[in-house]
C-alpha cells in the first residue's frame, strides 16, 4: 500500500534552534518527493522537490535530504525564526496527477 | 508560477444548506483539482476539475454531494450540498500548469464550518 508517514507529529523548538522533520514512503515506482509548508489558515506552498537521483537539496534555510535506497527523507531547519511555525508536508506522487500526502509535522517557534 | 485566488476564504453555514467554493487562477492550466482537509488531517483529493467534460472523482466522493464545474481553463467551482458538520473541512483548489508539470500550486484554501 502507498503510505507517506511523517515524524513526529509535533515539535516544539525555540528560536534560533535547528530541527529534522522526518519523511518515510512506501510509494511505489517512485518518482520524486516533495516538501511543503502550510501556514494556518494558508494553503501549502512548495519548499523543494526532490528526484530519484538527487541526496540533498537547499533552499534557504530549508535542506532536504532524501536516501531512496531507505525510502527516507527529512527536511532540515536552519537558525529556526517565528515565521517558521506552520505544518510541513511531505507528498509523494503514486501516479498520474495522483499524490500521497503525509500528515505533515506541526512545528510550532517560539520566542 | 500559478497565483490562485478562492473565494469565500471561510463560511460558517447551517446544516442542509449549500455553499459554492469558486477558485480563480492567474494563467490557463489543464489540470484544476479540489481537495479537502479535514482537521488534524493531511489532504485529500476529492475530485479532479476537467475543461470541457465531468469532473473525475475519487473514490468516496460523488458528483451528487460534491458538483464541480470547470466552465474554462483559469476558473472552477466546487459546491458541498446539503452540508452536514463533518463537511467541516479546508476546502483547496490546486492547479498543476502546463509548463511545471513537476509543480504543484495550492490556493489559499476555503475553511467551512457546518453547525
Known amino acids: 500500500k502507498n503510505q507517506v508517514e511523517q515524524s513526529p507529529q509535533s515539535l516544539i523548538i525555540l528560536e534560533g534552534k535547528n530541527c529534522t522533520l522526518q519523511?518515510?514512503?512506501?510509494?511505489?515506482?517512485?518518482?520524486?518527493l516533495r516538501w511543503y509548508k502550510q501556514d494556518t489558515g494558508r494553503g501549502p506552498v512548495s519548499l523543494t522537490i526532490m528526484t530519484f537521483s538527487e541526496n540533498t537539496k537547499s533552499n534557504g534555510r530549508y535542506t532536504a535530504t532524501l536516501d531512496a535506497d531507505t525510502k527516507q527523507s527529512s527536511l532540515h531547519i536552519t537558525a529556526s525564526q517565528l515565521s517558521d511555525s506552520a505544518s510541513y508536508i511531505c507528498v509523494v506522487p503514486s501516479g498520474t496527477y495522483k499524490y500521497i500526502f503525509g500528515t505533515g509535522t506541526r512545528l510550532k517557534v517560539l520566542a | 508560477s500559478a497565483v490562485i485566488s478562492q473565494k469565500p476564504s471561510r463560511d460558517i453555514c447551517q446544516r442542509g444548506t449549500s455553499l459554492t467554493i469558486q477558485c480563480q487562477v492567474d494563467s490557463q492550466v489543464t489540470m484544476m483539482f479540489w481537495y479537502r482537509q479535514q482537521p488534524g488531517q493531511s489532504l485529500t483529493l476529492i475530485a479532479t476539475?476537467?475543461?470541457?467534460?465531468?469532473?473525475?472523482?475519487e473514490s468516496g466522493f460523488v458528483i451528487d454531494k460534491f458538483p464541480i464545474s470547470r466552465p474554462n481553463l483559469t476558473f472552477s467551482t466546487l459546491t458541498v450540498s446539503n452540508m452536514s458538520p463533518e463537511d467541516s473541512s479546508i476546502y483547496l483548489c490546486?492547479?498543476?500548469?502546463?509548463?511545471?508539470?513537476?509543480?504543484?500550486?495550492f490556493g489559499p484554501g476555503t475553511r467551512l464550518t457546518v453547525l
Open positions: 490546486s492547479v498543476q500548469p502546463v509548463a511545471a508539470t513537476d509543480t504543484q500550486y
Open positions: 519523511c518515510n514512503y512506501t510509494v511505489s515506482p517512485f518518482s520524486n
Open positions: 476539475a476537467n475543461q470541457g467534460s465531468e469532473a473525475t472523482y
